[in-house]
């Protein structure tokens, strides 16, 4: 529906404006489906590559009309629907549901695991939204919801996620100003892991502790198929779903993907496509950092630090975020920062459209709009100047 709202609207400018990911992303796609095609890809694969260039426009789409009030309220629903998510698992769970994987609940997810890295996700959101929000009723409201998706995270068992979640969350508590429950935190896991060093084995923090290592060996064979299929086409990869189809090829465990989201990029589209893809992202957060640097946006930056080491720590044994469900939570935080952006969330007028519907005829008086407001912001600082002297 997004490309036919953008074609209805006239917005189609939007992918000329941003150049520099319309770029990248083309560039990337036209590799990675030429290598698909070269290396035999099957129907399926190709649907894949036809879906990311859904993704793709999805992707500079909300680069360039995110604002500050948009994405408050996406995190704020992110956070609101995590209730009706841990509804459904209760009911899996109260209707004895189990699956190929086990009695592991997934609410409307594909995989516990993606549920679980949406937990994850939430509850950074929860603790970011606990501290931008004035009213103490709606951080009262987002405190209630952290202990629900502890909860829920239990339910999937995702033995990565909590060591994600233990790692993670201190990360967003340590750009405080106030190192208060950052202590609080570090306190509580420490009396965790003492009680857990005095009481031994009468206390599982982990579940499904007695499979790790039959886990763990399955993995090692998937990541020695995957590392001898980068060392037969390390450039340019074997395309879309390429564990799929080499798993055969090197005798390893048969999955549907990596479970390392390093190898899957490489072994997917080899050294050269992993550096496009990744030096877009890098420009995005670059912009995040700079806006950072300039003492704005501080929580912001602390949530996409969190964020992003949470996709890497999930990535090391896993892939959870290659998935319209997760990945579009990380294109919210990552793809936020944009020169856009900074013409128009940091102003004192936020009375804008997030979609302009006519881009093209009011592009103009936003620029003039923002110059009016820079000229205000010099000439408050000149006053201050002059009084103090």
Known sequence: MLPIYIIVTKQQFIFL???????????????????????????????????????FIAMIFITYTMTQRTFRVILSLCCIMS?????????????GLTWSYGARYSSVFSNPNYYAFFIAIV??????????????????????LIPINIVALFMTECRTTFVVVILTCP??????????????????????????????????????????????????????????????????????????????????????????????????????????????????????????????????????VSVIVSVILHGLLDITMLWPQTGLLLMYVVGFSTEYDKKHIFSESRSHNIINPHPIKNRHLADREYQEFIEKQTQACSDVTKDQK
């Open 171 to 304: 990360i967003m508590l340590g750009f405080l100003p106030k190192k208060r429950w950052l202590y609080i935190y570090l306190g509580i896991l420490a009396s965790a892991l003492l009680a857990g060093l005095f009481f031994g084995d009468s206390i599982t923090w982990l579940p499904r502790m007695d499979s790790i290592f039959e886990d763990l060996s399955k993995r090692f064979s998937i990541w020695s198929g995957a590392i001898d299929s980068i060392k037969d086409a390390p450039v340019f990869g074997r395309g879309y779903n390429t564990y799929v189809r080499i798993n055969n090829l090197y005798g390893s465990y048969s999955a549907d993907h990596a479970h390392n989201l390093i190898l899957e990029l490489l072994m997917n589209f080899g050294i050269v496509g992993s550096l496009v893809l990744f030096t877009y992202f890098f420009i995005n957060v670059n912009k995040i950092i700079h806006l950072h640097r300039q003492n704005k946006c501080h929580m912001r930056y602390a949530l996409t």
């Open 17 to 55: 404006r941003r150049k520099e990911d319309l770029i990248f992303l083309c560039a990337f796609w036209v590799l990675s489906m030429v290598v698909t095609v070269i290396y035999g890809g099957t129907t399926i694969d190709y649907l894949i590559g036809v879906f990311m260039i859904f993704a």
């Open 123 to 144: 509850l950074l959101f929860c603790i970011y939204n606990i501290i931008k929000s004035e009213r103490k009723s709606s951080k009262i409201a987002y405190a209630i």
């Open 83 to 95: 209730v009706p998510c841990f509804f459904v698992a209760c009911i899996q769970k109260w209707m």
